[in-house]
């Protein structure tokens, strides 16, 4: 069986005050979720200080961005071996908001990859079209164009460590939700590309995640489709009771 995951991708929000309030919140609700794996990605500023005070609880802690470097003269970065050593097991790469504000080619989010397994950290791989890609029908190409170019260089060991997330960036941080039939069709395209390039092995057991305006009332409805094994979760998860409603329906 193929895990679980719910993650909050918290982006450049919340003062530390605020992030430490929120954080106890949802270690206090958290307490009542079995069978899914929960992980925070906060601003990396405070990873070192969240691991502390998530000490005796079951909740992860991931970054929202690496470096594609492993270290050196390059300003204002965070290599991947920095998230490892302050308590984080996961990292978030290739999200859109990345690809468009920082012009992250695949290229880029390749090395990204390589440097968080490097770490030991495992990667959240984030893929998904933008809006004309869909009204033109090549959704399913540039998806599957993300994954060669960003992703599929790994081999058999390594991609077992890495999650999916797939992000209509059309639905991120819009309201507006992929329906639930138009997440389960690109979710078992992406596994059917892994089967391909892989193993049906490997395609059965990476977790794939739904991003993009999921919340407290759709998630249900997306996490009851067979490709669909959790979220990654923006807005939402800035809300403790809301992060733990997603939580609990699958
Ligand atoms: P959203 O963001 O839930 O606010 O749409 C999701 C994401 O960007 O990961």
């Known amino acids: 069986m193929r895990k679980k995951i719910v993650a909050g991708n918290w982006k450049m929000n919340l003062q530390l005050d605020e992030a430490k309030q929120l954080l106890q919140e949802i270690k206090a609700l958290g307490k009542n979720v079995s069978d899914v794996n929960l992980i925070i990605n906060p601003p990396a500023l405070y990873i070192s200080l969240f691991k502390e005070l998530l000490e005796n609880s079951v909740i992860a802690l991931g970054a929202q961005n690496c470096s594609e470097h492993e270290s050196g003269a390059y300003t204002g970065e965070i290599a991947a071996q920095m998230i490892k050593s302050c308590g984080a097991n996961y990292v978030i790469v290739g999200h859109s908001e990345r690809r468009s504000y920082y012009h992250e080619t695949n290229a880029i989010i390749a090395e990204k990859i390589n440097r968080a397994l490097a770490a030991n950290l495992s990667p959240i791989f984030c893929c998904g079209e933008l809006l004309s890609e869909r009204e033109e029908n090549n959704h399913f190409k540039v998806v599957e164009q993300q994954l060669k170019e960003g ?23 819009t309201g507006v939700t992929a329906t639930a039939e138009q997440a389960q069709e690109m979710h078992a395209f992406i596994r059917k590309v892994l089967k391909d390039f892989y193993t049906e092995a490997t395609a059965q057991n990476c977790s794939i995640l739904y991003g993009g305006s999921c919340n407290a009332s759709n998630a249900k409805e997306l996490f009851s489709n067979p490709d669909i094994d959790g979220g990654l979760i923006g807005g939402a998860s800035l809300k403790a009771a809301d992060f733990l409603t997603i939580a609990q329906s699958f």
């Open 151 to 173: 992703l599929f260089h790994l081999n058999e060991k390594d991609i077992k460590n890495v999650v999916i997330a797939y992000e209509p960036v059309w639905a991120i941080g």
